[in-house]
Structures are given as C-alpha cells and as structure tokens.
C-alpha cells in the first residue's frame, strides 16, 4: 500500500534517518512544527510501518570487523521448504547482515561481516556449506567502502 507523504512528513523522516536520536523537540523545531504535533506525526509514521524501527549504526572497522563479503548463493534444489529453511538459517547467523532472494542464475544474496579471511572461511566452511540445500557460492569481497548508508531517498520538494 503507497502512503502518501507531505513534504513535513518527509523533512521529519529525513531528520530521523540522518539522526534517530534527535529529541522531539529539536525535530520539531528543525521542520517547523511545535512538539505535540511533530510527535503525533511521528507516532502515525511508526503505525503506518514508515518508521520500523530506529537503530544505531555502528563502524565495523573500529569493532575489528574488516571484512564485507557478498555472497552468492545457489541451492540445490528450490522447493519451498529448501527456501524457508535457508532463509531461517541465515537468519540465526549473526555473521549475515543482510539477505536477499535474486533473480538470475543463484538464488540469494547475502551480505557477510567478520573479523578476517580466517573468520570468513570458518563461517563458510562450519555454517554456510554445512546447509544440506546449498550447492554453490560465489563470493565477492568489498575491497574499498565508497559508501554506506541506510537512508532511503525521499523526494522533498
């Protein structure tokens, strides 16, 4: 279902996603509204699913975690429960940050964060192949970070 955003609620989601730890009343300030209104706005952004949840994100670099791969994944066989048990699966390993089934030759791409090489052929080896329905990755690894972000792009006019 497409929502239909004024240009306030997009200044507000903005700040949010620029800032999740701007207060309410900074925020609104920032958009031109008084507090109350800003905060009911908010909150009908939160039960409509706009805003999922507010996160902090961390550099993986300063927590020692120098290694982004993206994986691509085959399996064996494509059968519904192949697919749901995969996709539990990666959901458990906190190695995999992010998860996506694709079109194409494989089937999912997955986006893995470890400490090293080391790291990342144990989780291969130990985790990943150790999925009786996976037949085939490919796997890439970032080499520079040219950029990052969670921000989706709104349109404000």
Same mark, same amino acid.
């Given at each position: ?68 791969? &993206? ?14 048990? &995969? ?53 890439? &690894? ?16």
């Amino acid at each position: 279902m497409l929502i239909n955003l004024s240009d306030t609620d997009k200044k507000i989601l903005s700040a949010i996603q620029e800032d999740a730890t701007i207060t309410n009343a900074e925020l609104a300030e920032r958009v031109g509204l008084s507090a109350a209104p800003c905060w009911r706005r908010i909150k009908r952004l939160e039960e409509k699913g706009i805003i999922s949840k507010r996160v902090g994100i961390l550099d993986t670099k300063a927590l020692g975690l120098n290694i982004t791969a &993206f994986a691509n994944v085959k399996l064996s066989h494509v059968q519904e429960d192949a697919l749901e048990k &995969f996709e539990a699966a990666v959901k458990e390993f906190p190695e995999v940050t992010e998860c996506y089934t694709i079109s194409g030759s494989m089937d999912f791409l997955i986006r893995i964060v470890t400490e090293n090489m080391q790291s990342y052929e144990i989780f291969l080896r130990k985790k990943l192949l150790k999925l009786p329905m996976v037949s085939e990755v490919n796997t890439h &690894f970032a080499v520079t970070h040219v950029k990052y972000t969670t921000a989706v792009p709104l349109e404000i006019s």
